[in-house]
């Protein structure tokens, strides 16, 4: 049986290498079960449903933030690299906290503050198409771990790509009563460089930075020149 050898770096910076035995339309997420199944008990990483629903499974896979459940291991492939995901303080192997990303969102009013009572209004088609785009959001991370700005210049205040489309989904809801512009450029929205590589490592390809970086911005620029 064709065996590939899996590198994951472990707690300590500890690059333990494996020989997993391959088969068709294997995931990285079942070399991960096999060697923890077979080889390392220990081996902490986190995963949920397996489907690509819940995020859970984000990790570096060859240098790339990927869903581990969801990355074929194609038959050219002869090693996997798999190690966490850069951008947060490590827990241990796999895992990280990602409580900062939490953190950040709080100071955005995260919260519909719309009307209270259950009264009849009209939303149109393209609205609820645009709500929906960033409702796609599963909270794996990926945008925030692929994030420049998160990434190389940790002095520079951002709320990171995922945060955006968070407040984006509801300043973009026709009956939102609030403005949140003004908290996400305190947050440092200008310093999002538009590198587009949230959008284009996005599980769920949500146009993070067309649809909700480049739309916060110019709707900070639009309310400022109301004034």
């Keep these: 049986m064709r065996k590939i050898n899996v590198t994951v770096k472990r707690s300590g910076n500890i690059e333990k290498s494996y020989l997993v035995p391959y088969s068709p339309k294997m995931m990285v997420l079942d070399a991960l079960f096999f060697i923890q199944e077979n080889i390392e ?3 902490a990483f986190r995963w949920n449903c397996g489907e690509g ?9 060859n ?3 990927v869903l581990m459940c969801k990355m074929e291991i194609t038959p050219d ?3 996997l690299y798999i190690e966490p995901m850069k951008a947060f303080p490590l827990i241990k192997d796999l895992v990280t906290d990602p409580s900062e990303v939490y953190e950040k969102l709080s100071r955005l009013k995260p919260y519909f503050t719309g009307p209270k009572k259950k009264t009849f209004s009209e939303i149109h088609e393209d609205e609820v198409k645009e709500i929906q ?3 796609k959001c599963i909270d794996c991370f990926i945008c925030y ?3 420049h700005v998160i990434r190389n210049h940790p002095e520079l205040k951002f709320s990171g790509p995922v945060n955006v489309v968070k407040v984006v989904a509801l300043d973009r809801h026709p009956q939102e009563k609030s403005e949140r512009s003004q908290l996400l450029e305190k947050e440092g929205l200008w310093n999002c460089n538009l590198s587009r590589c949230c959008t284009l490592n996005c599980p769920q390809k ?17 309310l400022r020149n109301k004034k």
């Design 206 to 222: 949500i146009k993070v930075s067309e649809d909700a970086i480049t739309w916060a911005k110019e709707r900070a620029v639009s």
């Design 77 to 79: 492939m002869q090693t």
């Design 53 to 61: 629903i819940c995020g859970s499974c984000a990790a570096e896979v």
């Design 145 to 147: 771990d692929s994030c």
């Design 41 to 43: 008990p220990d081996l």
């Design 63 to 65: 240098r790339k933030p």
């Design 133 to 135: 785009e960033m409702r």
